[in-house]
């Protein structure tokens, strides 16, 4: 218990003195950085959108968050399936290419990405972003997937398929509910990525946009001077989300890593 304290005390202050810091001015923060505020009040979340770009940097990473989950979740379990159940040496080459993608570092296919997007007119727009998110994360959920969907009894879904249904209605109305448990661990693990994330946004959105909340909060850091109460507050609202999603299904997420490792 004594370690655990430690440990819940080291990860909480930076979380604490950024909350502290979100009621405190700009002229308290540079006069003493370590400081208590002298009084609680909202002027900083008020002037955090009324002064910048931050409403429309959230609404920018709900929509790159939500639009890339719903279209993962639509399309890679039914890769991994067919992968699966195809069986073969296509599906096997597929397959590698697959996981080959989980090694290629992101930096390697930056640029041609830019050039690629600026020649048909995306760069600098959120489908550029969803697309470059959408192409990475989907080997990690092939991988993922593939390891579990070979756990599933192929009976179950020869049992489908007498009864008259066809592989598609089969893999919605059979095999996917089988899938929650690791469809919600993949569903966490991605949506906390995405709305995290800095560097994709950094590079695929100008400062023509507001890009997302991290570039936004980014942007307030400045060569000479930074707002250093905005950013703390911004950090603070940025955090709020991911805390709750993962608060609100951390038990979903621990079953389905667990039964997505035994099902490997």
């Known amino acids: 218990m004594v370690v655990l304290a430690i440990l819940v005390i080291i990860v909480a202050s930076p979380v604490m003195y950024a909350l502290l810091n979100s009621f405190r001015s700009y002229s308290e923060i540079t006069i003493d950085p370590m400081g208590l505020p002298t009084q609680f009040t909202i002027d900083n979340y008020v002037q955090l959108f009324q002064q910048t770009d931050y409403g429309e940097a959230l609404l920018n990473t709900l929509i790159i968050t939500v639009v890339t989950v719903?279209?993962?979740?639509?399309?890679?379990?039914?890769?991994?399936?067919?992968?699966?159940?195809?069986?073969?040496?296509?599906?096997?080459?597929?397959?590698?290419?697959?996981?080959?993608?989980l090694m290629i570092p992101f930096q390697v296919r930056m640029i041609p990405l830019v050039k690629g997007f600026d020649d048909v007119g995306l760069y600098s727009t959120l489908t550029s972003v969803i697309l470059v998110h959408l192409g990475g994360s989907a080997s990690f959920g092939i991988l993922l997937y593939c390891s579990f969907i070979k756990g599933i009894p192929i009976e179950v879904e020869e049992a489908a398929n007498m009864d008259g249904a066809g592989r598609l209605r089969t893999f919605w109305s059979i095999v996917f509910p089988m899938l929650l448990p690791v469809t919600s661990a993949f569903v966490i693990i991605q949506a906390l990525g995405l709305w995290n994330d800095f560097f994709i946004p950094l590079v695929f959105l100008d400062s023509s946009s507001a890009g997302t909340i991290n570039v936004a909060i980014n942007r307030m850091v400045g060569l000479l001077t930074s707002q250093w109460q905005l950013i703390y507050t911004g950090a603070i609202l940025a955090i709020i989300p991911a805390v709750a999603i993962f608060a609100a299904f951390q038990r979903y997420f621990i079953k389905g890593m667990s039964i997505g490792a035994v099902k490997g």
């Not at 890679?76 to 699966?84: L, R």
């Open 70 to 101: 719903i279209l993962l979740v639509a399309i890679v379990p039914m890769a991994a399936y067919g992968i699966e159940r195809v069986g073969g040496r296509t599906s096997r080459f597929v397959y590698i290419l697959f996981i080959a993608g």
